[in-house]
């Protein structure tokens, strides 16, 4: 069936470069997404990625797609205390509805 | 800009009670979702809806039902609210086929 999978937790300094990883099951995905839910609210979209590319960058942050592995990454550059927040990687589900993985925490100490 | 409203943030309910949670979309998106967020479990897919009208079960329907008469609005119902339905409830919409856009959520605590 489909599935997606993340680590829960990730906890960088300051100033370092974070990398979330997510791998999913279903391969027709068109679009695969990562989204941000800071505390107490919703989920923001944060940034996707067309099936057929490889990477996409949108100034700090980086995707990277490995279609052979089904394996996404999203990778934020300078992590800043104001990054902390769970991030939700997502494919699409044959109903036309969203597949989330349990999300990863990130912590970014000072 | 893309907005997605929910009728309360935080909503205290008794046992038996029949609850209502409201969502609202103001993108003209055919499609709206349901879903409860638990910590340790992630976003579960309770019910959405394709168009007016239209409904379908997801993972979890058991205990909720829902209703869709215009299209910017998808409302839940807990029939008779139980303490294992305390959580968070987020509503999404979204076009056919593109991303979702999400409301604030609502905390409901079933006492």
């Known amino acids: 069936g489909e599935d997606v999978e993340q680590s829960l937790f990730l906890s960088v300094r300051e100033g370092d470069s974070s990398v979330i990883n997510c791998t999913y099951t279903?391969?027709?995905?068109?679009?695969l997404y990562w989204y941000k839910q800071e505390p107490g609210a919703g989920l923001q979209l944060l940034t996707y990625i067309f099936s057929n590319m490889d990477m996409k960058q949108d100034q700090r942050l980086t995707v990277l797609l490995n279609k052979k592995d089904k394996h996404l990454s999203l990778r934020i550059a300078d992590t800043q205390t104001g990054d902390s927040a769970i991030y939700f990687c997502a494919e699409g589900g044959s109903q036309g509805n969203l597949i989330f993985g349990k999300g990863t925490k990130l912590s970014v100490k000072p | 800009d893309v907005k997605v409203t929910q009728s309360s943030r935080y909503l205290v309910k008794r046992t038996g009670e029949k609850v209502f949670l409201e969502c609202v979309q103001d993108m003209d998106h055919e499609n709206m979702f349901w879903y409860r967020q638990d910590p340790g479990l992630g976003l579960r897919l309770i019910y959405f809806s394709y168009d007016v009208k239209m409904k379908e079960k997801g993972d979890i329907p058991e205990g909720y039902s829902v209703s869709r008469e215009k299209k910017e609005r998808f409302s839940l119902i807990l029939e008779s609210a139980s303490t294992n339905q305390t959580s968070m409830y987020l509503c999404?919409?979204?076009?056919?086929?593109?991303?979702?856009?999400f409301g604030p959520g609502t905390r409901l605590t079933v006492t």
């Open positions: 999404a919409s979204s076009a056919q086929g593109y991303e979702q856009y």
């Open positions: 279903d391969s027709s995905s068109t679009y």
